[in-house]
Antibody
């Protein structure tokens, strides 16, 4: 059974860097089958795609966050991470890590569908 | 890249059918058959309900179906049940290896 678990500080000061880690069990982040993704939900608002990383070292980001975001894989620890710099109160949200691509019965479909999610972690930006 | 447009809320009575729309542009919804839908109950993790516009993951009830016409995708729930009350989000590939979500729709079962 594949599980994802977010970890990291729940409180970050304005202008500092938000750093979160997602630990994956039951699957390998280096398998090449999936993208590994971060998504957030600000309080009272909808979901926002932050970006994703792939085993070849590539990453794709939301254009509105691109200048501040880095997502990377740590294959030795079977984890992937999110770094968001220069945070403000607008970055306060529940942050989710997720696996991107649905596979079933030996068939893998297109990417861009998040089939496994972490439980989410609340990050508050405040001094 | 703007969020896809969903109605803020929809409602229906048990047993009825409802449809949630998700409107984008030819650069996202209309340009690719890569629309997915998620159900999120309060305090819970989002759940994949539909992918590639019309496909259902294993274990998702066949009361849930997806479709697309032009720049608008739709999620239809038939035989509405109390447990369907939740927030629903659409998501689409938006080109250049990016994705965009809709603003979300709150479904109330009357």
């Amino acid at each position: 059974q594949v599980q994802l678990q977010e970890s990291g500080p729940g409180l970050v000061k304005p202008s500092q860097t938000l750093s979160l880690t997602c630990t994956v069990s039951g699957a390998s982040v280096s398998s090449g089958t999936y993208y590994w993704t971060w998504i957030r939900r600000p309080a009272g608002k909808g979901l926002e795609w932050i970006g994703r990383a792939y085993t070849d070292g590539s990453a794709n980001y939301n254009p509105s966050l691109k200048s501040r975001v880095t997502i990377s894989l740590d294959t030795s620890k079977n984890q992937f991470s999110l770094k968001l710099t220069s945070v403000t109160a607008a970055d306060t949200a529940v942050y989710y890590c997720a696996r991107d691509r649905y596979c079933s019965g030996g068939t893998c479909y297109s990417h861009d569908a998040f089939d496994i999610w972490g439980q989410g972690t609340v990050v508050t930006v405040s001094s | 890249q703007s969020a896809l447009t969903q109605p803020a809320s929809v409602s229906g009575s048990p047993g009825q059918s409802i449809t949630i729309s998700c409107t984008g542009t030819s650069s996202d919804v209309g340009g690719y058959n890569l629309v997915s839908w998620y159900q999120q109950h309060p305090g819970k993790v989002p759940k994949l309900m539909i992918f590639e516009v019309t496909k259902r993951p294993s274990g998702v009830s066949n009361r849930f179906s997806g479709s697309k016409s032009g720049n608008t995708a739709s999620l239809t729930i038939s035989g509405l049940q109390a447990e369907d009350e939740a927030d629903y989000y659409c998501c689409s590939y938006a080109g250049s290896y990016t994705l965009v979500f809709g603003g979300g729709t709150r479904l109330t079962v009357l």
